[in-house]
C-alpha cells in the first residue's frame, strides 16, 4: 500500500510533533507500506522521510523544481520525481497514493487536505482520509466539519470523512472500514437517461 501523507515544511514548536511523526512513519515502514510525500528534508517532512527510510521503508518524494534549486529536496529517497509546478506536485501526489494523511503543517498542508477532501466528496476518488492527531491539532478541523454538516452544508458523513487516528495500526483499521461518502452529484444511469 503507498500511503500519501501531508506534512508541514516546519518542525513546530513542540518535540511531540516530531516524535509522533517519526513513530507513525517508522510504524507504516515496518509494516511494508511505501511512503508518497512532498520530497523535502526539511520540517516533519523530512522526519518523514528520515523515520521511514531507517526502517527500511521506500520512499518516494515528489517536489517542484523551484524547491530543488532551493536546496530542501531531500537526498536520500528512494524516487525523486521532479515536477514543474505545485499543482503537477498536488496531482501527482494524490494519483500515487493509496490513501491520504494530513499531518500538523501550515497553509500548504491545509491546501493539499482540502483539495483531496474535496475530490472525495465531489467523487473523483474514494481513497479514504485521515488526519494524524498529534497533541489534538485537527480537533477544531473536526469540529468545523461537524458543524458545517449541522448547518447544512455538508451531509452527515461527508464530515465523517475526515478520520482522527494516533498511529500506523489506526490507519490500517481505517483502511479496512473505510466506507466513503456518497458522491455529491453524479451522472444518471444509462437506464435512468433512457427513459
Known sequence: ?????????????????????GRFAAGLARQGCEIVYGGGSVGLMGVIADAALAHGGKVTGVIPQSLVDAEVAHGSLTDLRVVDTMQERKALMAELGDCFVALP????????LFEVWAGLVLGHHRKPLMLLDTEGYWNRLVSLALKTANYGFMSDEESRSLVP???????FTTVRNWTPPRPRWSAPSASAAAS
Open 1 to 21: 500500500m503507498r500511503v500519501t501523507v501531508y506534512a508541514g515544511s516546519a518542525p513546530g514548536n513542540r518535540p511531540v510533533f516530531a516524535e509522533e511523526a
Open 105 to 112: 503543517g501550515g497553509v500548504g498542508t491545509l491546501e493539499e
Open 165 to 171: 487516528i494516533r498511529t500506523a495500526e489506526d490507519l
